[in-house]
Protein backbone atom coordinates (compact mmCIF):
# COMPACT_ATOMS: atom_id res chain seq x y z
CA UNK A 1 0.00 0.00 0.00
CA UNK A 2 1.58 3.45 -1.10
CA UNK A 3 2.45 5.56 1.83
CA UNK A 4 0.44 8.55 0.54
CA UNK A 5 -2.71 6.18 1.02
CA UNK A 6 -1.54 5.87 4.49
CA UNK A 7 -0.87 9.56 5.04
CA UNK A 8 -4.66 10.05 4.27
CA UNK A 9 -6.31 6.89 6.28
CA UNK A 10 -3.88 8.10 9.31
CA UNK A 11 -4.82 11.98 8.24
CA UNK A 12 -8.80 10.78 8.49
CA UNK A 13 -8.12 9.36 12.22
CA UNK A 14 -6.88 12.89 12.97
CA UNK A 15 -3.54 11.58 13.78
CA UNK A 16 -0.18 13.51 13.03
CA UNK A 17 2.11 11.34 10.72
CA UNK A 18 5.57 11.20 11.51
CA UNK A 19 7.41 9.89 7.90
CA UNK A 20 9.97 8.51 9.59
CA UNK A 21 12.07 5.18 9.99
CA UNK A 22 12.67 3.58 13.13
CA UNK A 23 15.69 1.00 12.41
CA UNK A 24 15.32 -1.40 15.13
CA UNK A 25 18.98 -2.94 15.28
CA UNK A 26 19.55 -4.14 18.47
CA UNK A 27 21.05 -10.61 16.15
CA UNK A 28 14.87 -17.08 15.72
CA UNK A 29 16.37 -27.18 20.39
CA UNK A 30 15.47 -29.58 18.03
CA UNK A 31 14.15 -29.32 15.08
CA UNK A 32 13.06 -32.04 12.08
CA UNK A 33 15.48 -33.59 10.06
CA UNK A 34 13.11 -32.48 7.15
CA UNK A 35 13.94 -28.77 5.90
CA UNK A 36 11.23 -26.16 5.73
CA UNK A 37 11.40 -24.89 2.14
CA UNK A 38 12.86 -21.27 1.57
CA UNK A 39 10.31 -18.93 -0.21
CA UNK A 40 10.52 -18.23 -3.27
CA UNK A 41 13.82 -16.42 -4.43
CA UNK A 42 13.13 -12.38 -4.58
CA UNK A 43 14.72 -9.81 -2.46
CA UNK A 44 11.12 -9.67 -0.31
CA UNK A 45 8.53 -12.20 1.27
CA UNK A 46 5.71 -10.15 1.82
CA UNK A 47 4.37 -11.67 4.91
CA UNK A 48 0.84 -9.75 5.30
CA UNK A 49 -0.35 -6.84 3.58
CA UNK A 50 -4.22 -7.25 4.43
CA UNK A 51 -5.43 -7.63 1.03
CA UNK A 52 -6.95 -11.26 1.21
CA UNK A 53 -9.36 -12.12 3.65
CA UNK A 54 -11.01 -16.03 3.46
CA UNK A 55 -14.85 -14.55 3.91
CA UNK A 56 -14.45 -11.85 7.46
CA UNK A 57 -11.52 -13.27 8.28
CA UNK A 58 -8.21 -11.99 7.45
CA UNK A 59 -5.54 -14.01 5.62
CA UNK A 60 -2.10 -13.44 5.16
CA UNK A 61 -0.10 -13.23 1.55
CA UNK A 62 -0.39 -16.54 0.79
CA UNK A 63 -3.25 -17.83 2.95
CA UNK A 64 -2.56 -18.28 6.73
CA UNK A 65 -4.35 -17.47 9.67
CA UNK A 66 -4.59 -13.58 10.99
CA UNK A 67 -6.05 -14.28 14.55
CA UNK A 68 -6.28 -11.87 18.12
CA UNK A 69 -4.87 -13.47 21.23
CA UNK A 70 -4.31 -11.63 24.51
CA UNK A 71 -3.26 -12.29 28.05
CA UNK A 72 -2.99 -10.57 31.45
CA UNK A 73 -1.57 -11.82 34.87
CA UNK A 74 -5.20 -11.38 36.71
CA UNK A 75 -7.63 -13.15 35.32
CA UNK A 76 -10.38 -11.10 37.18
CA UNK A 77 -8.58 -8.18 35.10
CA UNK A 78 -8.79 -9.46 31.73
CA UNK A 79 -7.54 -8.25 28.47
CA UNK A 80 -10.17 -7.25 25.99
CA UNK A 81 -9.72 -7.24 22.44
CA UNK A 82 -12.03 -6.61 19.14
CA UNK A 83 -11.26 -7.34 15.35
CA UNK A 84 -13.75 -7.26 12.97
CA UNK A 85 -17.19 -6.41 13.32
CA UNK A 86 -18.95 -9.73 12.77
CA UNK A 87 -17.19 -10.90 15.73
CA UNK A 88 -14.53 -13.39 13.99
CA UNK A 89 -11.14 -13.36 15.89
CA UNK A 90 -9.07 -11.90 13.06
CA UNK A 91 -8.22 -8.11 12.95
CA UNK A 92 -10.76 -5.60 10.88
CA UNK A 93 -9.19 -4.83 7.82
CA UNK A 94 -9.50 -1.15 7.00
CA UNK A 95 -9.93 0.96 4.18
CA UNK A 96 -7.43 4.13 3.94
CA UNK A 97 -10.62 5.59 2.73
CA UNK A 98 -13.78 5.51 1.04
CA UNK A 99 -13.66 3.14 -2.08
CA UNK A 100 -10.46 2.47 -1.98
CA UNK A 101 -9.55 -1.31 -1.98
CA UNK A 102 -5.95 -0.97 0.36
CA UNK A 103 -6.35 -2.40 3.75
CA UNK A 104 -4.65 -1.68 6.71
CA UNK A 105 -5.37 -4.44 9.85
CA UNK A 106 -7.01 -3.02 12.99
CA UNK A 107 -7.19 -4.19 16.03
CA UNK A 108 -8.90 -2.04 19.29
CA UNK A 109 -7.68 -3.62 23.26
CA UNK A 110 -8.68 -2.89 26.46
CA UNK A 111 -5.86 -2.93 29.82
CA UNK A 112 -7.28 -3.55 32.77
CA UNK A 113 -5.75 -2.85 36.52
CA UNK A 114 -4.22 -3.88 38.19
CA UNK A 115 -1.55 -5.96 36.06
CA UNK A 116 2.03 -6.20 36.17
CA UNK A 117 2.21 -7.31 32.47
CA UNK A 118 -0.73 -7.52 29.67
CA UNK A 119 -0.65 -7.66 25.76
CA UNK A 120 -3.04 -7.76 22.92
CA UNK A 121 -1.58 -9.45 19.78
CA UNK A 122 -2.12 -10.16 15.81
CA UNK A 123 -0.44 -13.46 14.99
CA UNK A 124 0.08 -14.09 11.32
CA UNK A 125 1.00 -17.31 10.38
CA UNK A 126 2.85 -17.44 6.88
CA UNK A 127 0.62 -20.20 5.50
CA UNK A 128 -2.41 -22.18 5.98
CA UNK A 129 -2.37 -25.39 8.46
CA UNK A 130 -2.04 -28.38 6.49
CA UNK A 131 -3.36 -31.59 8.01
CA UNK A 132 -3.28 -30.08 11.20
CA UNK A 133 0.04 -28.29 11.08
CA UNK A 134 1.18 -25.20 9.75
CA UNK A 135 4.01 -24.93 7.41
CA UNK A 136 7.13 -23.66 8.32
CA UNK A 137 8.94 -21.07 6.38
CA UNK A 138 13.26 -21.10 5.96
CA UNK A 139 14.13 -17.34 6.16
CA UNK A 140 17.47 -17.18 7.58
CA UNK A 141 17.82 -15.99 3.99
CA UNK A 142 16.48 -12.56 4.73
CA UNK A 143 18.08 -9.78 7.13
CA UNK A 144 14.82 -7.86 8.38
CA UNK A 145 11.02 -7.52 8.92
CA UNK A 146 9.47 -4.16 8.30
CA UNK A 147 6.06 -3.12 8.56
CA UNK A 148 3.85 0.21 9.07
CA UNK A 149 2.22 0.53 12.60
CA UNK A 150 0.35 2.45 14.59
CA UNK A 151 -1.18 2.15 18.08
CA UNK A 152 -2.50 4.28 20.53
CA UNK A 153 -2.83 3.06 24.21
CA UNK A 154 0.17 1.49 24.94
CA UNK A 155 3.90 2.42 24.87
CA UNK A 156 5.71 -0.58 23.86
CA UNK A 157 4.94 -3.49 21.07
CA UNK A 158 6.79 -6.78 20.96
CA UNK A 159 7.80 -8.75 17.82
CA UNK A 160 8.01 -12.34 18.03
CA UNK A 161 8.94 -15.12 15.50
CA UNK A 162 6.92 -18.03 16.70
CA UNK A 163 7.93 -21.86 15.47
CA UNK A 164 5.25 -24.63 16.35
CA UNK A 165 5.06 -28.04 15.85
CA UNK A 166 8.68 -28.74 14.65
CA UNK A 167 10.95 -29.84 17.69
CA UNK A 168 10.47 -25.91 19.10
CA UNK A 169 7.27 -25.84 20.69
CA UNK A 170 7.35 -23.50 23.96
CA UNK A 171 3.74 -22.10 25.90
CA UNK A 172 6.00 -18.63 25.01
CA UNK A 173 9.43 -16.83 25.38
CA UNK A 174 9.83 -17.28 21.48
CA UNK A 175 12.51 -14.86 20.18
CA UNK A 176 11.49 -11.04 20.51
CA UNK A 177 12.64 -7.54 20.01
CA UNK A 178 10.82 -4.82 21.93
CA UNK A 179 10.23 -1.68 20.90
CA UNK A 180 8.82 2.16 21.90
CA UNK A 181 6.24 3.67 19.48
CA UNK A 182 6.65 6.78 18.14
CA UNK A 183 3.42 9.10 17.34
CA UNK A 184 1.87 8.80 14.05
CA UNK A 185 1.79 5.89 11.92
CA UNK A 186 5.49 4.90 10.77
CA UNK A 187 7.35 2.29 9.09
CA UNK A 188 9.68 0.12 11.04
CA UNK A 189 12.35 -2.31 10.52
CA UNK A 190 13.85 -5.30 12.97
CA UNK A 191 16.88 -6.53 12.02
CA UNK A 192 16.52 -10.61 12.41
CA UNK A 193 19.47 -10.64 14.25
CA UNK A 194 17.88 -8.66 16.85
CA UNK A 195 15.71 -11.10 17.87
CA UNK A 196 16.71 -12.98 20.99
CA UNK A 197 15.22 -15.38 23.34
CA UNK A 198 14.24 -13.65 27.01
CA UNK A 199 16.08 -13.91 30.05
CA UNK A 200 14.07 -15.64 32.46
CA UNK A 201 13.62 -18.69 29.45
CA UNK A 202 15.55 -21.42 31.02
CA UNK A 203 16.42 -23.66 27.94
CA UNK A 204 16.80 -21.45 25.23
CA UNK A 205 16.19 -22.03 21.25
CA UNK A 206 19.01 -20.81 18.83
CA UNK A 207 17.29 -18.00 17.34
CA UNK A 208 18.33 -18.92 13.82
CA UNK A 209 17.31 -22.21 13.59
CA UNK A 210 13.91 -21.21 14.66
CA UNK A 211 14.04 -18.45 11.78
CA UNK A 212 14.95 -21.95 9.66
CA UNK A 213 11.27 -23.68 10.60
CA UNK A 214 9.44 -20.14 11.32
CA UNK A 215 5.42 -20.88 11.17
CA UNK A 216 4.18 -17.01 12.57
CA UNK A 217 4.91 -13.33 13.85
CA UNK A 218 3.33 -12.38 16.45
CA UNK A 219 2.78 -7.92 16.31
CA UNK A 220 1.95 -7.23 20.98
CA UNK A 221 0.90 -4.63 22.22
CA UNK A 222 1.47 -5.01 25.71
CA UNK A 223 1.99 -2.64 29.26
CA UNK A 224 4.02 -3.45 31.85
CA UNK A 225 2.93 -2.71 34.43
CA UNK A 226 -0.56 -1.89 33.07
CA UNK A 227 -2.94 1.03 33.78
CA UNK A 228 -6.51 0.93 33.01
CA UNK A 229 -6.74 1.69 29.09
CA UNK A 230 -8.60 1.40 25.74
CA UNK A 231 -6.53 1.38 22.20
CA UNK A 232 -5.89 0.88 19.06
CA UNK A 233 -3.01 -1.24 17.25
CA UNK A 234 -2.70 -0.83 12.99
CA UNK A 235 -0.70 -2.98 11.20
CA UNK A 236 0.43 -3.46 7.40
CA UNK A 237 2.67 -4.42 4.72
CA UNK A 238 4.94 -7.03 6.85
CA UNK A 239 7.89 -7.94 4.94
CA UNK A 240 10.61 -10.15 4.77
CA UNK A 241 13.59 -8.14 3.40
CA UNK A 242 17.38 -8.98 2.11
Known amino acids: MGSRRIAAFVAGLSVAVVSA ?119 TGYKKISFQLYATGAEMVRVEAVSRGYGLDMNGGWPKLEFKVRPGLNTYEVALRSLAVPAWVEAKPDPKKLLAKLTALNITAFCEPCRPTQGILLVDNVTFEK
Open 21 to 139: VAVLDAAAQRSDDVAAPKPAAGETLVYADFEKADGARAVSTRGGAITITSYQESDVHKTTTKGVPSGENSPERVHVKAGDANHLGKIEFAFMAPNSWAGATIEIKGQPDADGKAPADDV
